[in-house]
Nanobody
């Protein structure tokens, strides 16, 4: 199983990006009930939770997203998305997708870099 992120890049402050994560090689019965999340790690800082989508579809967000970010999923395509609007330079980080399946096994992607210029 591989978690493969895409969609990062360089954007000006106030711009938007949509990150995608594909769970390659994962069967549907494992993907669907898993908890799905996006984390980020800025230079010199610890990795932090950005947004999480529970098994029932309930989303939770870190306070710093301030309603700017939206996490979603497409079970049929085994995809996880993070729509990021009104980006700020402080959002610059490597963004990682994560899944925790019902056996508490963690799956991580290698990350995609988001750089927001002022």
């Amino acid at each position: 199983v591989q978690m493969v992120e895409s969609g990062g890049g360089l954007v000006q402050a106030g711009g938007s990006l949509r990150l995608s994560c594909r769970a390659s090689g994962m069967i549907t019965s494992v993907f669907n009930p898993a908890t799905k999340a996006w984390y980020r790690q800025a230079p010199g800082k610890q990795r932090e939770l950005v947004a999480q989508l529970g098994t029932t579809g309930t989303a939770d967000y870190a306070d710093f997203t301030k309603g700017r970010f939206t996490i979603s999923r497409d079970n049929s395509r085994k995809m996880i998305y993070l729509q990021m609007n009104s980006l700020e330079p402080e959002d610059t980080a490597v963004y990682y997708c994560n899944m925790v399946d019902t056996r508490e096994i963690n799956y991580w992607g290698k990350g995609t870099l988001v750089t927001v210029s002022s």
